[in-house]
């Protein structure tokens, strides 16, 4: 049966990419009509060894295909020669191949060879033009034509990826020239798990001191990514010099904005409602955001106002023996379980000179790895940080990016990885 189908599913994926179709790989392949015999085939797959199978043909159309594997073993059971070499060819011929018109984009036949189980890859398949024999078809070019599609188009997806990744660190390359201007001694190992990343950081710097920001938005890879430069253009349009010093009413203008523009409510805090389709509308509602840690250090009284979402400071003071653990609110920014409304608090945490403060998200503490694959926790991490706080912060850095890949060892990263420091 001749078959020319379409999958819309696939033509939204695949149509701006000009694709092969069967065509592409088309063989010209010695053909057979219903009145040669059985020995005429046996001599043309003898001459030519590379045959998978064989066309027979009637007045340009397409009867059907001899399997040459089924072909040779049949012939060559006893006395097989002797009762079917003067009989027509059609006598091991499957009526029922695949047939297909040479303009099948490779989708497409892909997608009916799979249907056909094995055959159609191990026995070929016929091609037409407009009902008319034009060549055949085998498994295996098939398979290597994939293969080819699937390169390029990863390498197309891994270029756009990668350009991606040198728009989202442009968008540090402020908050990292502010950070060198402003302290003294501090690191961030920032370290997006699949080259762009929903992990960030935010620093700015003002005469009486600085804001700082890590956030660690829905998801990673790409839709991480997409989310970070959406609470990047927040953070940097909602930071004015009249509430640098608040972090939760930074935090709480943020929600207001990102629940608005992400679709959960209307700018007067109602929930969005379809238009007349419910069903497909909720389904496409965002329940997206991020886990953060805003802070306000004044430079004048050594104060660090801080406000967490779902994020913890954690502070090493110089003469103490253990780390601080200052928490947040336990509600994530822009989710839709977090009121329109909601309000954070601010903490304050006086510093002295010498005291270290730092800020990591959970892609540190929730790493799998170890002897007992367990996460890496916030045990192992503050008894690093306190073991090598008297170091510089660059020198921490690289102790702790030793001590976490050690750990993590052959397991695959599980998230985005960010932890930003500095000392007093």
Same mark, same amino acid.
């Given at each position: 049966?001749?078959?020319?189908?379409?999958? *819309? #599913?696939?033509?939204?994926? @695949?149509?701006?990419? =000009?694709?092969?179709?069967?065509?592409?790989?088309?063989?010209?392949? *010695?053909?057979?009509?219903?009145? &040669?015999t059985n020995n005429e085939a046996f001599q043309i797959f003898t001459a030519h060894p590379q045959l998978v199978g064989l066309p027979v043909v009637e007045a340009g159309r397409p009867l059907g295909l001899i399997n040459r594997g089924y072909f040779m073993d049949s012939l060559a059971r006893p006395f097989r020669r002797e009762i079917f070499d003067k009989k027509s060819c059609t006598a091991f011929m499957d009526d029922a191949p695949l047939i297909?018109?040479?303009?099948?984009?490779? &989708?497409?036949?892909?997608?009916?060879? +799979?249907?056909?189980?094995k055959?159609?890859?191990?026995?070929?398949f016929i091609m037409v033009e407009n009902g008319h024999y034009a060549g055949m078809g085998v498994g295996i070019d098939l398979v290597r034509m994939i293969s080819t599609m699937q390169a390029q188009k990863n390498r197309i997806v891994m270029e756009s990826i990668n350009y991606a990744s040198v728009i989202q660190r442009s968008y540090l390359r402020s908050s990292r020239g502010d950070m060198t201007?402003?302290?003294?001694?501090?690191?961030?190992?920032?370290? *997006?798990?699949? /080259? /762009?990343? !929903?992990?960030?950081?935010?620093?700015?710097?003002?005469?009486?001191?600085?804001? /700082?920001?890590?956030f660690d938005c829905t998801g990673h890879g790409v839709p991480g990514a997409f989310m970070t430069l959406i609470m990047a253009?927040?953070?940097?349009?909602?930071?004015?010099h009249e509430n640098r010093q608040d972090p939760a009413a930074v935090m709480a203008t943020i929600n207001r904005m990102v629940k608005v523009s992400l679709g959960q409510v209307t700018e007067h805090g109602e929930p969005e409602s379809g238009d007349g389709a419910a069903g497909a509308e909720n389904d496409m509602k965002s329940d997206? !955001?991020?886990? #953060?840690?805003?802070?306000?250090?004044?430079t004048q009284t050594n104060v660090m106002t801080f406000a967490g979402a779902r994020t913890p400071v954690l502070v090493s003071r110089n003469n103490a023996e253990d780390i601080d653990i200052i928490e947040g609110d336990r509600k994530g920014v822009g989710y839709a379980g977090t009121p329109m409304d909601f309000c954070w608090n601010n903490r304050e945490v006086a510093l002295e000179k010498n005291d270290c403060a730092y800020i990591a998200t959970d892609g540190i503490?929730?790493?799998? !790895?170890?002897?007992? &694959?367990? =996460? @890496?926790?916030?045990?192992? $991490?503050?008894?690093?940080?306190?073991?090598?706080?008297?170091?510089?912060?660059?020198?921490?850095?690289?102790?702790?990016?030793? +001590? %976490?890949?050690?750990? &993590?060892?052959?397991?695959?990263?599980?998230?985005?990885?960010? $932890? %930003? !420091?500095?000392? /007093?």
């Open positions: 049966m001749l078959v020319n189908p379409r999958h *819309p #599913a696939l033509d939204v994926a @695949f149509k701006a990419v =000009a694709e092969p179709t069967a065509r592409d790989i088309r063989l010209d392949s *010695p053909v057979l009509s219903p009145s &040669q297909v018109e040479t303009s099948t984009s490779i &989708q497409d036949l892909s997608f009916l060879v +799979v249907d056909t189980g055959k159609a890859l191990t026995d070929g201007a402003t302290l003294q001694d501090h690191f961030v190992l920032w370290e *997006p798990r699949d /080259v /762009v990343g !929903g992990d960030y950081y935010y620093f700015s710097r003002f005469d009486d001191g600085f804001f /700082v920001a890590v253009s927040a953070l940097d349009h909602v930071l004015t997206d !955001g991020m886990d #953060a840690a805003f802070c306000w250090f004044d503490t929730d790493q799998i !790895g170890g002897e007992r &694959q367990i =996460a @890496f926790g916030r045990r192992r $991490l503050k008894e690093l940080l306190r073991t090598h706080r008297h170091l510089p912060m660059s020198e921490q850095r690289n102790a702790l990016k030793r +001590v %976490f890949y050690s750990y &993590q060892g052959a397991h695959s990263r599980r998230d985005d990885v960010t $932890l %930003f !420091g500095f000392r /007093v």
